[in-house]
């Protein structure tokens, strides 16, 4: 059963565009939305966070919308650059028992 | 210590053979987790320790898998009888856990493993 869907699978965006990926949950028991970014070669890295008892969490370039009655929440990558050009995943949480559940990733491709 | 370091990078070994992976947690973070990530997949949960007690194991890690945090501070994830279907990266992440706070996970390199 896996608890986090994410899409889009791939996405291409123009520089300067925005990217938006979306993933769903369905265990109402998380408590902490991270995303992460991953680069090949490379180990996640947090991006940013998001608790459900806000609707929105902007920083800089990146977004994150939270929608608790649906079990959805989303990344926003504003202006986006070739530089964000990586393997993006979102992931759930429940806060005690810390372990992430982590979406199947969004490979971002931004062009010039 | 400027992060979560893990030993090796890249391991390639023959069906059947042990392998040994290490991790190094942040120096003050108490939680250390362990996941198994294939290609086109986020990382799967596999098992995490708090301090020295390991706390919780998947259904994925089957009985050829043993971790241990002898004294919470680094992380050793056996292998036994590799088995081609193990070939993954092996990713660490550790966090400072508080109770009723968010606990930012922050992780290593990975190990990854080719069973040929």
């Known amino acids: 059963q896996q608890q986090v869907k994410q899409s889009p699978q791939s996405l291409i965006v123009q520089k300067g565009g925005i990217s938006i990926i979306n993933c769903a949950y369905e265990?109402?028991?998380?408590?902490?939305f991270p995303w992460y970014q991953q680069f090949p070669g490379k180990g996640p890295a947090l991006l940013i966070a998001?608790?459900?008892?806000?609707s929105e969490k902007k920083e800089g370039r990146f977004t994150i919308s939270f929608n608790k009655s649906a079990k959805q929440f989303s990344l926003h990558i504003m202006d986006s650059q070739p530089g964000d050009s990586a393997t993006y995943f979102c992931?759930?949480?429940?806060?005690?028992?810390?372990?992430?559940?982590f979406g199947d990733g969004t490979t971002l491709t931004v062009k010039p | 210590d400027t992060g979560v370091s893990q030993d090796p990078r890249h391991k390639i070994t023959k069906r059947g053979q042990n392998v040994t992976f290490r991790c190094d947690p942040i120096s003050e973070h108490n939680r250390l987790y362990w996941y198994r990530q294939t290609l086109g997949q986020g990382p799967e949960f596999l098992t995490y320790?708090?301090?020295?007690?390991?706390?919780?194991k998947s259904r994925l890690l089957s009985d050829r898998f043993s971790a241990e945090r002898p004294k919470g501070s680094f992380s050793t994830l056996e292998i036994q009888r590799t088995e081609q279907g193990d070939s993954a990266m092996y990713l660490c992440?550790?966090?400072?856990?508080?109770?009723?706070?968010?606990?930012?996970?922050?992780f290593g390199p990975g190990t990854r493993l080719t069973v040929l």
């Open positions: 998001i608790r459900p008892d806000v």
């Open positions: 265990n109402t028991a998380f408590d902490y």
């Open positions: 992931a759930a949480s429940d806060t005690n028992a810390g372990k992430s559940t």
């Open positions: 320790f708090q301090n020295e007690a390991q706390l919780e």
């Open positions: 992440a550790s966090s400072f856990h508080r109770r009723w706070a968010y606990n930012e996970q922050f």
